[in-house]
């Protein structure tokens, strides 16, 4: 027996919104985890002129 087309469609709709849900689950937790909470802001501030942290860690040729 041969799947009809109407049952590729539906398993393809179904496994394709499981997967999505499943990849935004595991996006939040990775994003929003409180052990994370001191990377995130590192990345955030490293963009900021004046930082000497950032600065620091680059070497002088990358420095502005």
Known sequence: MTPSHDDLVFLAKTAGLIWMMG???IVVVL?????????HE???R?????NAASNAARTPDERP
Do not use: D, N
């Open 42 to 44: 590192r990345a955030a």
């Open 23 to 25: 990849f935004f689950v």
């Open 31 to 39: 994003a929003y985890r409180p052990s994370r909470r001191a990377a």
């Open 46 to 50: 490293s963009i900021l002129p004046g």
